[in-house]
């Protein structure tokens, strides 16, 4: 039985999907898997049987994901499942500050009780009026699932689209419109773009990266658009160029109390993600990440362990091993298996950074010591066994 601990709402499509051999708990401390939103996990002492913990979303930053590589929980996020909801919102940014199209509407409020608000509504109309997005130069810093898409939307609506990636996955660019001019410096976009939006993980090396002098090489009267994290904005100095004019709006899903103040600011409350569907898309994909994991030890879209995946178990067994990504591991590990009697059916060992993983299927009873045997080895940190009678499933 494992037992899962969900720290936020996760769509009900998602849950569905766990058999009889899941139990959701209230209780962090028994549970072997954790599902999550954007609750910060940093704070929260992760028990010892923490086997996985799946992000129902993209970003991670919430999650301590060192400590859980030391310790072999593996955390997966959901790549590209809420990338359209938050493309909406862009566009929906983007729209929001080209014309004062909420100063409108708060207009119209403010003064229905007038008899003659038709009239009235004519004359005030020039105080909402605003330029067209059509033939704007959008720059998008972050080519990845969300960039990309805002990128060709962002084409087709008459805009001119510069983009920014080195680290450009050869999915994303092929998932990219050519006529998207792609830049090697960031430089190139705050020089020559009205509209740049950002697109990029809060980690080190893009924390802050927003800060006074990047500001400064912008146009001036630009709209800077951020949905990724507030983290990667100096929110101080985007504030002074905010009152300065330098910067015409800054649209963040992100409120905290230096945004919320902000003069000329339009700031969400964090709902780029927040849509029926990519609820639905997001819960879908971690739950069955951790299934595969979990029944079968396959590790697909982990954050801080590479893709590990040997498909369905072959043979009568699978045993998944975290070690440190040293030399003679590989070696000590099928030494033991040989000194059992043990044929190995198929074989797989991946590393990233510090930490390796590996699975071997086998074709014959497991004895109960076996894991003691391989968990001796120095360097290695955890041992599964899974029985294919028991858990051997197609994901
Ligand atoms: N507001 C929301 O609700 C919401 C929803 C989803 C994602 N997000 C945020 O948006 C981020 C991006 O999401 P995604 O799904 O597109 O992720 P992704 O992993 O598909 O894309 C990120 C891209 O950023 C690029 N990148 C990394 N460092 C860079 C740098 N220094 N300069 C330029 N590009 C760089 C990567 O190469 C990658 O292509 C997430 O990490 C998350 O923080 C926010
Ligand atoms: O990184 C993400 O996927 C977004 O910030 C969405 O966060 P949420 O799941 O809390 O809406």
Redesign the pocket.
Known sequence: MFKVARLNPIASIGTDLFTGKYEMTENLAEASAVLVRSASMHELELPDGLLAIARA?????NIPLDECAKKGIVVFNA??A??N??KE?VLAGMLLAARDIYGGITWIRENKDEADIAKLAEKAKKNFAGTEIQGKTLGV?????????VANASLNLGMRVMG??????VE?AWSLDHHVQRVNN?DDIYANCDYIT??????D??IG?IDEAAIAKMKDGVVFLN???DLLVKEEAMAAALESGKVHRYVS??ANPVSANMKNAII?P?????TAE?EDNCAVMAVRELMNYLEAGNIVNSVNFPRTDLGPIRGTGRISIFHKNIPNMIGQITAILYENGINIENMTDKSRGEYAYGLIDVDCEFSADLADKIRAIDGVSRVRLIEAKNFCKKF
Request: avoid cysteine; proline fraction near 6%; glycine fraction near 18%.
């Open positions: 979303g993209a970003g991670v930053n790549p590209g809420n990338a909801g938050v919102m810093i972050g080519l990845g699932a969300i960039g990309a898409l920014y990636d080195p680290y450009i996955s994303g960031l950002i697109h990029v993980p809060a980690m090396g893009t990266m949905f990724a994290r899903d992100f969400f964090h709902l780029a993600a927040s990519s």
